[in-house]
């Protein structure tokens, strides 16, 4: 399934990318609504501009951008069993317009890199349209079509910039296909290439015009949900968002990149600021991790209200979240949809209170760093719990005090302490913040080898394709 979604990705970014080398304001106005998500202004705007020439390829091209960026975003507000629907039943129209205009116009146009650039954009839409009806073949062969265009404009004007955010998102995308579509891919001139996909994506984020936004959304799905490096999107989601702050889309995806980077001090500032567009599970959830127990429960009502917009893993998690509040708060009340798991967890946690409170005591300090003298007396004074698992959650909880304090050797002893023990659930994040400090301060080649092996055998696309900045850094 894995293999597929990259797959529909590939053909997705081919579709978005433009050219502004002649850009006329209302074409900056155009791209601007779309991206702060005020798409029926955006699409009054092309409609103006398709009603005085109905063929116009670079309005046509906008009308088919922008929809396909009202379908990125919108299904993020619907229940999850319609997410697919929405998408397919708009696909499926949209495939059949979009061949027909190619059939009825694509020979008429006079052959300049900009309108190329266009068509080949077109094709990319065909291509993912086809993909997510599994029709590979002609998914493949549409790409392949794209991509030549694309690759044929570089060579002809290098300083094309906004050519390169397809480029990029295409031999990335690529590199993750493995097995019978990796070689259809290759077979079809498809093979991908991680570092040149990133290289040419950071070069239309940094050069292009105006599709330096469209990189920049790459990038943060890219480093934050295909790669779990999520510090590394952060600055990525924080300056688009002060260009286009009516975007509650990516302030939602911003507000949990923030909780999976153990980033709730910036958390709270943006709560605090956007309240009323942050996700009801995700303030549940940060208020938790900081020790505000009641404040976190007020949100039980709103989470249980968009139930049906939640996946099931991570509505039973806020159940649970719940649970313990009212246990740290001395009531008992527990939800009937813990599942068997989780009331073991609950158990544990309530059969072995005062090492829970001293623990969660230690999360929410580091949480916010707010009191840095009370977090390292708690270090000092810390004994090996009698609770087995919570041992490991206090070391990894050690790890990212000091690597938030910079001290990066400090860090790394902590979180390779936190990975090895018994019954640690903490492997994976600890591996992510390794990867980050051997990127930061340089350690032996045998360290990191070691490292490279774990993740081998951890059989990990996230960590297996972030972890080659390491092979790359270290010549291995």
Same mark, same amino acid.
């Given at each position: 399934?894995r293999?597929i979604?990259a797959?529909?990705?590939?053909l997705?970014?081919?579709?978005?990318?433009?050219?502004?080398?002649e850009?006329?304001?209302?074409?900056?106005?155009?791209v601007y609504l779309?991206?702060?998500?005020e798409?029926?202004k955006?699409?009054?705007?092309?409609n103006q501009?398709?009603?005085?020439?109905?063929?116009s390829?670079?309005?046509?091209?906008?009308?088919i951008n922008?929809?396909l960026?009202r379908?990125v975003?919108i299904p993020?507000?619907l229940?999850?069993?319609?997410r697919?629907s929405?998408?397919d039943s708009?696909?499926?129209?949209?495939t059949?317009?979009?061949?027909e205009?190619?059939?009825k116009?694509?020979d008429t146009?006079e052959p300049?890199?900009e309108?190329?650039?266009?068509i080949?954009g077109?094709?990319?839409?065909?291509?993912?349209m086809?993909?997510e009806?599994?029709e590979w073949?002609?998914?493949?062969t549409?790409?392949?079509?794209a991509k030549?265009?694309?690759? &044929?404009i570089i060579?002809?004007?290098?300083?094309?910039y906004d050519?390169y955010t397809?480029l990029?998102m295409?031999?990335?995308?690529?590199d993750?296909?493995?097995g019978?579509m990796g070689?259809?891919?290759?077979?079809l001139g498809?093979?991908?290439?991680?570092?040149?996909?990133?290289?040419y994506?950071?070069l239309?984020?940094?050069?292009?015009k105006?599709?330096?936004d469209?990189?920049?959304?790459?990038?943060m799905e890219?480093?934050n949900?295909?790669?779990?490096?999520?510090e590394?999107?952060l600055p990525?989601?924080e300056k688009?968002?002060?260009k286009y702050?009516k975007n509650?889309?990516?302030y939602?995806w911003y507000s949990?990149?923030l909780?999976?980077?153990?980033e709730y001090?910036k958390l709270?500032k943006?709560?605090?600021?956007?309240?009323?567009?942050i996700?009801?599970?995700v303030?549940m959830l940060?208020?938790h991790?900081?020790?505000?127990?009641e404040?976190?429960?007020?949100?039980r009502?709103?989470?249980e209200a968009?139930?049906?917009?939640?996946w099931?893993r991570l509505y039973?998690?806020?159940q649970?979240i719940?649970?313990v509040?009212?246990?740290m708060?001395?009531?008992?009340e527990i939800s009937d949809?813990?599942?068997?798991e989780?009331?073991?967890?609950?158990?544990?946690v309530?059969e072995n209170?005062?090492?829970?409170?001293?623990?969660?005591?230690f999360q929410?300090?580091?949480a916010?760093?707010n009191?840095?003298?009370?977090?390292e007396r708690?270090i000092? &004074?810390?004994?090996?719990f009698?609770h087995k698992p919570?041992?490991?959650?206090?070391?990894f909880?050690?790890?990212i005090?000091?690597?938030?304090l910079?001290?990066y050797?400090k860090?790394d002893?902590y979180f390779?302490?936190?990975?090895?023990?018994?019954?640690?659930?903490?492997?994976y994040?600890c591996i992510?913040?390794l990867?980050?400090i051997?990127?930061k301060h340089?350690?032996?080649?045998?360290i990191?080898e070691?490292?490279i092996?774990?993740v &081998?055998?951890?059989d990990n &696309?996230?960590?297996t394709?972030?972890?080659?900045?390491?092979?790359?850094?270290?010549?291995?």
């Amino acid at each position: 399934m894995r293999k597929i979604i990259a797959l529909i990705l590939l053909l997705n970014c081919i579709t978005f990318s433009k050219t502004f080398n002649e850009t006329k304001q209302i074409d900056e106005k155009i791209v601007y609504l779309t991206f702060n998500t005020e798409f029926e202004k955006a699409e009054k705007l092309i409609n103006q501009e398709l009603k005085e020439d109905p063929k116009s390829l670079k309005y046509y091209f906008h009308k088919i951008n922008t929809r396909l960026m009202r379908s990125v975003f919108i299904p993020d507000s619907l229940m999850i069993k319609n997410r697919r629907s929405y998408r397919d039943s708009l696909y499926g129209i949209w495939t059949k317009e979009v061949e027909e205009y190619l059939d009825k116009y694509e020979d008429t146009f006079e052959p300049t890199l900009e309108n190329r650039f266009y068509i080949g954009g077109l094709y990319g839409f065909l291509g993912r349209m086809y993909g997510e009806r599994s029709e590979w073949y002609s998914a493949f062969t549409n790409g392949k079509t794209a991509k030549n265009m694309y690759e &044929d404009i570089i060579e002809e004007q290098p300083e094309f910039y906004d050519a390169y955010t397809a480029l990029g998102m295409l031999y990335y995308y690529s590199d993750r296909l493995g097995g019978v579509m990796g070689l259809v891919t290759s077979i079809l001139g498809l093979s991908g290439d991680r570092e040149k996909g990133l290289e040419y994506l950071h070069l239309a984020y940094d050069k292009g015009k105006i599709l330096n936004d469209q990189a920049s959304i790459l990038l943060m799905e890219i480093y934050n949900r295909l790669e779990s490096n999520e510090e590394a999107a952060l600055p990525f989601y924080e300056k688009f968002l002060i260009k286009y702050p009516k975007n509650k889309y990516v302030y939602m995806w911003y507000s949990w990149a923030l909780i999976n980077a153990n980033e709730y001090k910036k958390l709270d500032k943006l709560i605090a600021e956007k309240e009323d567009i942050i996700e009801p599970f995700v303030k549940m959830l940060h208020f938790h991790q900081i020790g505000k127990y009641e404040r976190s429960n007020n949100y039980r009502s709103e989470v249980e209200a968009n139930k049906q917009r939640m996946w099931r893993r991570l509505y039973n998690h806020t159940q649970y979240i719940g649970a313990v509040n009212n246990l740290m708060l001395e009531q008992t009340e527990i939800s009937d949809s813990l599942n068997n798991e989780q009331k073991k967890n609950y158990e544990s946690v309530k059969e072995n209170l005062e090492e829970s409170i001293y623990l969660f005591r230690f999360q929410n300090l580091v949480a916010l760093m707010n009191n840095n003298e009370l977090a390292e007396r708690l270090i000092a &004074d810390s004994k090996e719990f009698s609770h087995k698992p919570y041992n490991a959650l206090f070391a990894f909880n050690c790890g990212i005090y000091f690597y938030k304090l910079n001290k990066y050797l400090k860090a790394d002893e902590y979180f390779l302490k936190a990975k090895s023990l018994e019954s640690s659930g903490v492997k994976y994040d600890c591996i992510k913040y390794l990867i980050s400090i051997y990127s930061k301060h340089k350690v032996e080649k045998a360290i990191v080898e070691k490292l490279i092996d774990e993740v &081998d055998d951890m059989d990990n &696309d996230r960590l297996t394709f972030r972890i080659r900045d390491l092979e790359n850094m270290y010549d291995l």
